[in-house]
């Protein structure tokens, strides 16, 4: 098995290193910080022009027809330079989730304005028990009016402050097994009942509560079956793991060229 770089993630990833060295410094990092969504228009605009919001998706959507692997090559990159975008939130939480288990009518909607550089996504899971286990979702969603209506409220969501949509998951039903009830809906930004404040983190990163107070939602809302998407949450926690991994190795990487440059 040859774990190596292939040729094109070689020439993806040199070209990452150049671009974030030359537009992304550390000034604009610690600048950053203290910037309520946490990221330029102008850097993420040209993170859209390069292909990076469309590295993992297929054509037909606006994509590259990229894999994980490609889209790896970018996280590292980000991670060593400490590039302040939505990349992870929208790619990897939103847009991935959206392939893996929407309707075509969604993923022709949502993963086309997220190759445009159009739409920033992000899911809204942990909830106050911090528990990434079906059993941990305690937020409620209930059948009204031919639609639903979600009550309940997520913790350290990445990146909610500046997005678009929201996926949010929900229990629609009780039972023995907690993995059973789970439903994901899509939440716009500005619906009425919903809550965006931010929270503070030991790396000053962009996270946010997010409150829903009888948040009304269409039944077109629903990603997948409603009661059935833990798999396609779990699915997504798992992928969303090896991202941060991934964005961490990329800083421990920066750290140790620090310490041998020193030395």
């Given amino acids: 098995m040859d774990l190596g770089l ?32 946490g990221y330029t228009d102008e850097l993420w605009r040209q993170m859209v022009g390069l292909g990076w919001t469309g590295v993992v998706f297929p054509e037909q959507y606006g994509g590259t027809g990229g894999n994980f692997s490609d889209l790896g090559v970018l996280l590292e990159e980000i991670g060593r330079s400490l590039a302040p975008a939505p990349l992870f939130s929208t790619v990897v939480l939103g847009g991935m989730t959206v392939l893996d288990g929407g309707s075509d009518a969604q993923k022709d909607d949502l993963i086309s304005r997220i190759c445009a550089g159009t739409m920033v996504m992000t899911m809204a899971l942990t ?15 209930s059948e009204k009016g031919g ?3 979600i009550t309940g409220t997520k913790l350290f969501v990445p990146d909610a402050g500046a997005a678009d949509m929201i996926l949010v998951p929900a229990r629609t039903a009780s039972g023995q097994d907690p ?11 500005g619906a009425d009942g919903l809550r965006i404040n931010p929270m503070h983190s030991v790396g000053d990163e ?13 039944a077109d809302s629903v990603i997948g079956t409603v009661g ?9 926690i798992m992928r969303a793991t090896a991202a941060q991994c991934i964005q961490m190795l990329g800083g421990a990487q920066a750290v140790l060229d620090m310490t041998v440059e020193y030395a």
Avoid: H
Wanted: hydrophobic letters at 40%; aromatic letters at 8%.
């Fill in 6 to 37: 292939t040729e094109i993630q070689q020439m993806l990833k040199t070209s990452a290193q150049d671009f974030l060295s030359r537009e992304c410094p550390l000034t604009l990092v610690r600048e950053m910080e203290e910037d309520p969504r």
């Fill in 127 to 141: 909830e106050a028990s911090a528990a990434y286990e079906p059993w941990g979702i305690e937020a409620t969603a």
């Fill in 147 to 149: 639609g639903y209506e």
């Fill in 179 to 189: 993995a059973n009830g789970v439903s994901l809906f899509l939440v716009p930004a």
């Fill in 206 to 218: 962009r996270v946010f509560e997010v409150g829903l107070d009888n948040v009304s939602l269409p």
């Fill in 228 to 236: 059935e998407a833990w798999p396609i949450i779990e699915r997504t």
